[in-house]
RNA sequence: GGAGAGGUGGCCGAGUGGUCGAAGGCGGCUGCCUGCUAAGCAGUUGUACCCUCCAAAGGGGUACCCCGGGUUCAAAUCCCGGCCUCUCCGCCA
């Protein structure tokens, strides 16, 4: 969420920002909105002034046994015009944070501006993209014959975009988990959390999810709660409507858990496989930052999540993502992407975003500076990484002539000793 | 799901209609004092918004004692509804 007061007096670049991401949404409205609630607010502020200064005097006469109805007198239609006006305000307020809600963060100046995902920069490759004297098979395949990876019985329990993961395949899932949290907590300083998968409306509201992406998300109505997408959501709450202290920025946490998408309008896509599923497994990374080095620690983030994949010995390249592909609340993103043999590309494995303050503001996490006022920190976070889809690249790039999957040497200790499957 | 208790400032905690943005304590900050540390003494210390102003500071005002209504000239305080937390019982991995 932007500052009101921000929009108002930075209106061009407001309107610059919305139209870098190829947002429609018109600042009149919200414009408006605000000059009318500043100017009933002005009026109400007086007449509340008024009632306080008589109520004080009643108060005083009443003390000494004075005569009150002449004071009293028309107090009552003050006190009445005062909630007339009060209501119109509330109507204006919830207009304006409704507005303010579905207003995306402003990119920062670093990031190239397009329309689309064709104007994205790569800022770095690693790794060799590996050559087969055979015809690579998918991980789809692979996992079949392998009889590590169960589509149809996925499908059979839950419906498209389900999966079930047996044998060497749940251990494989495992094994990255433990393996990608035990580098991020012992190597690189993140304190690990287990949170809850089903968050309230306040917690989606305060990450960005609603009230905007509400169709992308599955909801338990009877209690009225959501299944988490990311692990960004309950982490990043976790300090909601708090104060943190200034020394002990950043804060560093890393969460594995299940994610849970409806992916809605995204019919079509990747309907095979594990790379678009309702329920996948990952290990998030996130920061609670200082407003003056959140973009530094983006890269040292971003830095973090490719360690996995250099550990892992698999290629891949780091992108940045330009105005009109960004996500609602981020300012800055990189998105890291995984070799896929089968596919003859990169595909995404891991988005790293800095949502500066507008996380902050949604959630009210501030700190105190040194100055004794209070400040919104800057919240971040990135895949670290998707687990599902670090199966896929695995499949893919260690497979042999023989259908069969080598391990990477950084995994096996995870995997029981085992260095091949199949 | 049933019964009870409770939600007050960074934290703890008092306050049952007006002089309460709110006692007291802790913590923070400033000064004094002691050879250092500790202790002690004095002072100070909420947030948001509006107006003025605009570079900042300052000044004026309003709101906020979980949330939303109501009573009243006036509500932290009285009434109604909701949410949440805790304890006990039930159920349960």
């Known amino acids: 969420m932007l500052d009101a007061k921000f929009i108002r007096e930075n209106l061009e670049l407001v309107k610059k920002s919305l139209a870098s991401r190829n947002d429609a949404t018109s600042l009149d409205r919200f414009l408006a909105v605000d000059i009318e609630r500043r100017s009933l607010l002005k009026e ?23 005569d009150l109805s002449e004071k009293s007198a028309g107090m009552k239609e003050v006190s009445q015009k005062i909630k007339d006006l009060d209501r119109q305000i509330t109507l204006k307020d919830e207009e304006l944070t409704n507005i303010l809600l579905f207003i995306p963060n402003i990119p920062d100046v670093s990031v190239p501006l397009g329309k689309c995902s064709d104007d994205n920069k790569e800022v770095r490759q690693w790794g060799a993209i590996p050559k087969f004297d055979f015809t690579p098979l998918s991980h789809v395949d692979l996992g079949e014959k392998l009889g590590i990876i169960d589509f149809e019985r996925g499908v059979k329990l839950s419906g498209a975009r389900f999966v079930l993961y047996k044998g060497l395949g749940a251990r494989l899932e495992r094994a990255l988990i433990n393996f990608m949290l035990d580098l991020h907590t012992k190597e690189h300083g993140y304190e690990e959390m287990l949170p809850p998968f089903l968050v309230n409306r306040a917690s989606m509201t305060g990450t960005g999810q609603l009230p905007k ?7 338990c109505e009877r209690d009225d709660l959501f299944l988490i997408p990311t692990a960004e959501v309950p982490v990043t709450n976790i300090h909601r409507d708090e104060i943190l202290t200034e020394d002990k920025l950043p804060l560093k946490y890393t969460a594995y858990t299940p994610c849970f998408r409806r992916e809605a309008g995204s019919y079509g896509q990747d309907t095979k496989g594990l790379i678009r599923l309702h329920q996948f497994n990952k290990v998030e990374l ?43 609340g981020s300012a800055k993103t990189y998105d890291i992407e995984v070799w896929v043999p089968s596919q003859n590309k990169y595909r995404e494995i891991s988005s790293c975003s800095n949502f500066t303050d507008f996380q902050a503001r949604r959630a009210n996490i501030k700190f105190r500076a040194k100055d004794g006022k209070l400040k919104y920190v800057h919240t971040l976070n990135g895949s670290g990484l998707a687990i599902g889809r670090t199966v896929v690249a695995i499949l ?11 391990i990477p040497k950084a995994l096996q200790s995870y995997m029981g000793g085992v260095e091949t499957i199949g």
């Open 44 to 66: 109400a502020d007086a007449l509340k002034q008024e009632l306080n200064r008589v109520s004080k005097e009643i108060g005083k006469l009443k003390a000494e046994g004075k």
């Open 213 to 219: 992406f509400e169709q992308e998300l599955f909801w």
């Open 286 to 328: 996130v920061k609670f930052s200082h407003p003056e080095n959140s973009f530094d620690e983006l890269e040292k983030l971003t830095n973090n999540a490719e360690e996995v994949l250099k550990r892992l010995e698999l290629p891949y390249r780091v992108i940045a993502l330009c105005t009109g592909d960004m996500g609602f």
């Open 396 to 406: 893919e790039n260690y497979q042999n002539a023989n259908g069969t999957v080598r």
